[in-house]
């Protein structure tokens, strides 16, 4: 087990298999050391977090989805690393897309629940640049997607 893994595992957090893509796209592409992983949507299990913050969702709402993004996203980055999520370096970018009314203005709150889960996650290696926005909407009614950039070994 990967150091990364035995602090998720500390977390109460496995990660699932990697999500496979949902249309005519591939889950993630490496160049070089850089891994640019494709948007994942929040989902827990075969559940997916639908609603609109602002609406029906509040900020907590938003945060446990995004936090359910950013477990996928590990899931990918392990998946590309073989299964080693070991050879990971560092979280160099995520981008948050939060589905939210026109007056929500609260989407850095609820990308920081993908943000905290890795930096508590991964320490050092989960320090990141970030975007948060908002979306009028976003794929099958989901709560947030996040896509990431990784740096790999």
Known sequence: MSQFEKKLAEM????????????????????????????????????LLTGKLGDDLDVADGAKAARACAIALLAQVKAACGGDLDRLVRVVKLTGFVNSTADFTQQPAVINGASDFIGEALGDAGKHARAAVSAPSLP????????????IK
Request: proline share 8%; charged share 15%.
């Open 12 to 47: 109460g957090v496995t990660l699932p298999e990697a999500p496979a893509p949902a249309a005519n796209y591939v889950p993630y592409v490496q160049a070089g050391d850089m891994l640019f992983v494709s948007g994942q949507i929040a989902k827990e299990g075969d559940t």
């Open 140 to 151: 099958f009614g989901v709560a947030v997607e996040i896509d990431g950039v990784f740096q």
